[in-house]
């Protein structure tokens, strides 16, 4: 007598497929009872099919509930509070960018602006919530050009980030990669005030940026006494002088 094929009770997507909608619609509601970013993650994919309208409104009132919290987060909790900052900016970079990049630019510097406060009420001895906004940076201006394509006014909400936050925006842009192109980098440096280009806080970042621009002149400005006496000064010149 043959044997009946046995049904594969191994996890994966193409299995629980033939479970059907309403089974998985029950266990993903029992799932979420208890976690709070399973449920998050399931209002965000809801608001998501919704629209990218009601979709920013998702976002950026979770980011605004995690600005205001004075909470500490300790050593357990923080994977939870990461998965979470992670689940948002994916949805941001993934779903809303696409269909809305200048909302999206919006959410993601907000979600940029949480590092400040983040790093104060976080305990993070391996430096994990550093390493997880130094790896969003390539998405932050990726975003930005496709905002800059649909509304060129948008540089200015930028501009005030990196004036509210200079030091952070010192670390983004280096973070940056190819992600920040030159034009980029000039357009934001023309949108900065004169106050802040002139700052010393924001020293790092506007010299990143003339870099990234191509701008010798301002960036000869910003080197140090101590730089300039480097063995590898001259040759770095050179190589700005060549590119």
Request: contains cysteine; proline residues 5%.
């Amino acid at each position: 007598m043959a044997r009946r094929p046995r049904a594969s009770t191994r996890l994966s997507a193409a299995n629980l497929t033939t479970l059907g909608a309403p089974c998985l619609a029950e266990l993903l509601i029992e799932a979420s009872v208890g976690d709070g970013n399973l449920k998050r993650r399931l209002q965000l994919e809801l608001a998501a099919g919704a629209g990218p309208d009601l979709l920013a409104n998702a976002i950026d009132k979770r980011l605004a509930a995690l600005a205001a919290s004075r909470t500490r987060v300790s050593w357990r909790k923080r994977p939870e509070l990461l998965q979470d900052m992670e689940t948002h900016r994916r949805l941001i970079v993934t779903r809303l960018a696409p269909a809305d990049p200048v909302a999206a630019l919006s959410s993601l510097i907000a979600w940029f602006d949480l590092f400040r406060g983040l790093a104060a009420r976080v305990k993070d001895p391996r430096s994990e919530l550093v390493a997880a906004f130094e790896g969003a940076s390539p998405n932050l201006w990726t975003v930005a050009e496709a905002a800059l394509r649909k509304a060129s006014e948008t540089i200015r909400p930028l501009a005030d980030a990196v004036a509210r936050n200079p030091l952070d925006y010192g670390r983004w842009v280096g973070a940056a990669g190819e992600a920040l192109t030159p034009d980029l980098a000039r357009r934001l440096l023309d949108a900065l005030d004169g106050s802040v280009r002139e700052a010393r806080a924001a020293r790092t970042a506007v010299r990143r940026l003339a870099d990234r621009a191509g701008d010798l002149d301002l960036w000869l400005t910003l080197v140090t006494p101590e730089e300039r006496g480097s063995p590898d000064f001259a040759a770095g010149v050179a190589r700005r002088l060549l590119a």
